[in-house]
Nanobody, 122 residues
C-alpha cells in the first residue's frame, strides 16, 4: 500500500488543522492506521492510532483531548483533526499502516507516507 499525507501548514497557536492520508492499493480496511510525528533533533513519536474499522483508537497523552483520528474506508483515507494547537506540536507528521495489530510502536508499521509539515507559531 502507498500512503500520501497532506494538509499540513502554518497555523497560529490555538488554531486547527486537519491532516489527511490517502492510501492506494487494495484492502485499506485490512490495516490499522497510525499517525506519528518527528520534530527537528527528536525521535519519531507516536501520536494516534485507529483500528481497521475505526472501533478502537488510542492517543499519546500529549495530544489527548485535542486531536482526533478517524478513517473513511470507502475513501481509503485516514484523518487527524488537530485542535488547540501548540508550538510544541510543530513537527513533520507521518501516517503509517500496520497489517498486524493496533500499536503505538513505529517499528510495527510496515508502510509509511512521506510526511507533511505542521508549524505552529506562538
Amino acid at each position: 500500500v502507498q500512503l500520501q499525507a497532506s494538509g499540513g501548514g502554518l497555523v497560529q497557536a490555538g488554531g486547527s488543522l486537519r491532516l489527511s492520508c490517502a492510501a492506494s492499493g487494495r484492502f485499506f480496511s485490512a490495516y490499522n492506521m497510525g499517525w506519528f510525528r518527528q520534530a527537528p533533533g527528536k525521535e519519531r513519536e507516536f501520536v494516534a492510532t485507529i483500528s481497521r474499522y475505526g472501533v478502537s483508537t488510542s492517543y499519546a497523552d500529549s495530544v489527548k483531548g485535542r486531536f482526533t483520528i478517524s478513517r473513511d474506508n470507502a475513501k481509503n483515507t485516514v484523518y487527524l483533526q488537530m485542535s488547540s494547537l501548540k508550538p510544541e506540536d510543530t513537527a513533520v507528521y507521518y501516517c503509517a499502516a500496520s497489517p498486524a495489530k493496533v500499536t503505538t510502536l513505529p517499528n510495527e508499521y510496515d508502510y509509511w507516507g512521506q510526511g507533511t509539515q505542521v508549524t505552529v507559531s506562538k
